[in-house]
């Protein structure tokens, strides 16, 4: 049996991503997840957050987050789409994943891809960056 664990992006949980994509198609075995064989059950251990852009302990913050599935024996760890997409740290975290972990697989991606990779960090970040209004807006009557 195969127990999954998988990160998620803490970016796009801060816009609202639910893993909804994610936990479908590892229900239905499609994306990442259609390489499991379809007569051995999957199960799903935990869904974890990356601790965020990293500074000096990026990597060191995430084999923490990381570790807390490991003891409830996952032996593959998904970097949710999000990661793969969006994430330039995502091949400096995968490999202290599989340094630490060796027995565990590390996979990035999950959901099947609708967009290229391009596509969508073009749409993210156009969502990161709407204006947004203030307190000074509304200080200053530029609320309405």
Do not use: W
């Not at 990026?58 to 024996?73: N, S, V, W």
């Not at 760890?77 to 997409?85: E, G, W």
């Not at 996979?107 to 609708?114: A, C, L, R």
């Not at 290229?116 to 204006?131: A, D, G, I, M, S």
Request: charged residues 25%; proline residues 5%; hydrophobic residues 35%.
């Amino acid at each position: 049996m195969a127990r999954i664990g998988i990160l998620t992006c803490s970016n796009a949980q801060d816009l609202g991503c639910s893993s909804a994509s994610c936990l479908a198609d590892f229900r239905k075995r499609r994306g990442a997840f259609a390489d499991y064989p379809k007569n051995e059950p999957i199960d799903l251990v935990g869904i974890i957050n990356c601790p965020g852009c990293p500074t000096l302990t990026g990597a060191d913050k995430l084999l923490q987050r990381i570790k807390a599935l490991t003891e409830f024996r996952v032996n593959a760890i998904h970097f949710t789409y999000c990661m793969k997409a969006l994430c330039p740290f995502k091949e400096k975290y995968k490999a202290a994943l599989e340094k630490e972990f060796q027995n565990i697989k590390i996979v990035i991606g999950t959901h099947q891809e609708n967009i290229t990779p391009e596509e969508y960090r073009e749409r993210v970040k156009n969502l990161f960056n709407q204006p947004m209004k203030t307190m000074i807006d509304l200080i200053l009557n530029r609320d309405k």
